[in-house]
């Protein structure tokens, strides 16, 4: 085997990773027995891990709602690197192939995991017993991470570490919530909210063929948006953003990143008759819909959960194409609690980075 990105047998006996021992405490980084690698795995040196908001919900003790205690736990979901090793069975990866780890693990065998939508397994949900990585399972804020050679995309070498990384959630929202909304060259696409979401999702609506409106209240935003290739922005935060969206015209498609309620109650005035709302944005405060609103104009509002190794894979093709890149910050895997701590203060732009190698 080619052991070129393989630490010598005395090295690997142990890692560096960011820990969360338990939630509502400090990250640790410290010493931990490297992954095991099975037949099917690939063992990933990892390059770049992304930072998600949902990290920030994991330290601050959101799987304990939900019935889960993983811990201590390995975050981090946007994982990027060099396969470092492959199991006996792995064909079709080699040592030193650049890939991006797929993190939402289905069972494989249901309707869903069949049609490749493993992002909503059912026999996960009915067994209580979701599958990712750096939620429940361990991720990527350490120097290596094993994972089924199947879930291991592969990079294109145009796009480098720290720009991928991001893809694999933020990008990958952005993108599956408009191809599930049937985001069709020439409609209006709207953005509500530009951040570490929103960004992304301005480049990839222009590239699908879209004119673009991006909406924020933020004016160093609207300027940034701007930059990325909105057509037209809005400066708007709560209701009123609706209302000035269908001054402008209306949207064929809301994209919301947005938890605030308001706003998104208000962007469904800004849908076109047949238009679309989706979200994509996690909170469970309750949104006041009247039913008249959706079928007077047969509006529809959806979710979207994520995207599935398809959709991954065509995003990377779509951003090595019109060279698609979030805006980033990079971290130590030793800064890991300052880059959360950025994250949580709003500060970072726009999505933050940890480099474990």
């Given at each position: 085997?080619?052991r070129?990105?393989?630490?010598?047998?005395?090295?690997?006996?142990?890692?560096?990773a960011?820990?969360?021992?338990?939630?509502?405490?400090?990250i640790?980084?410290?010493?931990?027995?490297?992954?095991?690698?099975?037949?099917?795995?690939?063992?990933?040196?990892?390059?770049?891990?992304?930072?998600?908001?949902?990290?920030?919900?994991?330290?601050?003790?959101?799987?304990?709602?939900?019935?889960?205690?993983?811990?201590?736990?390995?975050?981090?979901?946007?994982?990027?690197?060099?396969?470092?090793?492959?199991?006996?069975?792995?064909?079709?990866?080699k040592?030193?192939?650049?890939?991006?780890?797929?993190?939402?693990?289905?069972?494989?065998?249901?309707?869903y995991?069949?049609?490749?939508?493993?992002?909503?397994?059912?026999?996960?949900?009915?067994?209580?017993?979701?599958?990712?990585?750096?939620?429940?399972?361990?991720?990527?804020?350490?120097?290596?991470f094993?994972?089924?050679?199947?879930?291991?995309?592969?990079?294109?070498?145009?796009?480098?570490?720290?720009?991928?990384a991001?893809?694999?959630?933020?990008?990958?929202?952005?993108?599956?919530?408009?191809?599930?909304?049937?985001?069709?060259?020439?409609q209006r696409?709207?953005?509500?909210?530009?951040?570490?979401?929103?960004?992304?999702?301005?480049?990839?609506?222009?590239?699908?063929?879209a004119?673009?409106?991006?909406?924020?209240?933020?004016?160093?935003?609207?300027?940034?948006?701007?930059?990325?290739?909105?057509?037209?922005?809005?400066?708007?935060?709560g209701?009123?953003?609706g209302?000035?969206?269908?001054?402008?015209?209306?949207?064929?498609?809301?994209?919301?990143?947005?938890?605030?309620?308001?706003?998104?109650?208000?962007?469904?005035h800004?849908?076109?008759?047949?238009?679309?709302?989706?979200?994509?944005?996690?909170?469970?405060?309750?949104l006041p819909?009247?039913?008249?609103?959706?079928?007077?104009?047969?509006?529809?509002?959806?979710?979207?959960?994520?995207?599935?190794?398809?959709?991954?894979?065509?995003?990377?093709?779509?951003?090595?194409?019109?060279n698609?890149?979030?805006?980033?910050?990079?971290?130590?895997?030793?800064?890991?609690?300052?880059?959360?701590?950025?994250?949580?203060?709003?500060?970072?732009?726009?999505?933050?980075?940890?480099?474990?190698?």
């Amino acid at each position: 085997m080619n052991r070129r990105f393989l630490k010598n047998q005395k090295e690997r006996e142990i890692m560096k990773a960011a820990v969360l021992e338990q939630a509502q405490n400090p990250i640790v980084v410290k010493n931990v027995p490297d992954p095991s690698v099975g037949v099917n795995d690939v063992l990933i040196k990892v390059r770049a891990c992304g930072v998600c908001h949902t990290d920030l919900h994991i330290v601050d003790g959101m799987l304990a709602a939900f019935g889960y205690d993983p811990f201590p736990l390995i975050m981090g979901h946007e994982i990027v690197g060099e396969v470092a090793q492959v199991g006996s069975e792995v064909t079709h990866l080699k040592p030193g192939d650049r890939v991006g780890a797929y993190w939402q693990f289905g069972c494989g065998h249901c309707h869903y995991c069949r049609s490749g939508k493993e992002q909503t397994c059912i026999t996960n949900s009915r067994t209580h017993n979701i599958r990712h990585a750096g939620v429940t399972l361990p991720g990527g804020y350490a120097e290596y991470f094993t994972v089924a050679a199947d879930y291991a995309i592969p990079l294109p070498d145009a796009i480098e570490f720290v720009d991928a990384a991001p893809f694999l959630c933020a990008g990958l929202t952005m993108y599956a919530g408009f191809k599930n909304a049937a985001l069709r060259p020439g409609q209006r696409a709207a953005i509500l909210g530009i951040g570490g979401l929103g960004h992304l999702a301005i480049p990839i609506a222009k590239a699908m063929g879209a004119e673009v409106i991006a909406i924020t209240s933020t004016e160093s935003k609207q300027t940034t948006a701007k930059q990325l290739g909105a057509d037209h922005t809005i400066n708007g935060a709560g209701a009123e953003a609706g209302s000035k969206l269908l001054a402008m015209g209306g949207a064929d498609v809301v994209l919301s990143t947005t938890l605030n309620t308001e706003a998104i109650n208000g962007a469904i005035h800004g849908l076109l008759p047949q238009g679309t709302l989706v979200l994509t944005a996690l909170t469970a405060d309750p949104l006041p819909i009247i039913p008249v609103q959706l079928l007077a104009y047969e509006k529809r509002i959806i979710g979207s959960l994520i995207g599935t190794r398809l959709d991954f894979q065509e995003l990377l093709h779509l951003a090595a194409q019109h060279n698609i890149r979030p805006m980033t910050e990079c971290y130590a895997l030793d800064d890991v609690n300052t880059a959360h701590a950025r994250l949580r203060e709003g500060k970072v732009r726009y999505r933050a980075v940890l480099t474990p190698n």
